[in-house]
T-cell receptor
């Protein structure tokens, strides 16, 4: 397996534009996590899914953020409208039965909103 | 809710020095505990884990022991190398399978 695949690797957009980040988890994994990493706040959990169903979205900062998982092999994180303070690295991770197994991370999407 | 607290950084050490990075946690039930490492420009990768009290996780010379009485999982290495320079994250998964991380700490090892 190629691991967790995120796209794009880098995204530069203007304030107010819609941004969509994509993630393909490892085949067979039933948990998928979205994180945001900044210098100030470290690694924040935004939302996670189990078997394509959102379990906890309490970390989603505002209504401007939304996430979907239409099937077991694909998830999106959308920001609409984007703001400069959304600039961060966004990571997706997947795992099988998360309690005591390793989570595998993608390489992240570096988002810059100007 | 679950939380992980790591010592403040960054940490700078000379090669072959002893390393300790403190980590404490708050969780209901019996969480599993992890240390992840992030090298520049990459995603996080698992360094070691422990799934029950008194378990010791180890990998690449790093060790951490699950201490339920002190709710701690401190990371140690007897002799660090320049190649250990990275960001280290302590994490836990609780009963709801939520994977929660500490803020991370940057380690720099100088020759």
């Amino acid at each position: 397996d190629a691991g967790v695949i995120q796209s794009p690797r880098h995204e530069v957009t203007e304030m107010g534009q819609e941004v969509t980040l994509r993630c393909k988890p490892i085949s067979g994994h039933d948990y998928l996590f979205w994180y945001r990493q900044t210098m100030m706040r470290g690694l924040e959990l935004l939302i996670y899914f189990n078997n394509n169903v959102p379990i906890d979205d309490s970390g989603m900062p505002e209504d401007r953020f939304s996430a979907k998982m239409p099937n077991a092999s694909f998830s999106t994180l959308k920001i609409q409208p984007s703001e400069p303070r959304d600039s961060a690295v966004y990571f997706c991770a997947s795992t099988f039965s998360a309690l005591n197994t390793e989570a595998f991370f993608g390489q992240g999407t570096r988002l810059t909103v100007v | 809710g679950d939380s992980v607290t790591q010592m403040e950084g960054p940490v700078t050490l000379s090669e072959e020095a002893f390393l300790t990075i403190n980590c404490t946690y708050t969780a209901t039930g019996y969480p599993s505990l992890f240390w992840y490492v992030q090298y520049p420009g990459e995603g996080l990768q698992l360094l070691l884990k422990a799934t029950k009290a008194d378990d010791k996780g180890s990998n690449k010379g790093f060790e951490a022991t699950y201490r339920k009485e002190t709710t701690s999982f401190h990371l140690e290495k007897g002799s660090v190398q320049v190649s250990d320079s990275a960001v280290y994250f302590c994490a836990l998964t609780g009963a709801n399978s939520k994977l929660t991380f500490g803020k991370g700490i940057t380690l720099s090892v100088r020759p």
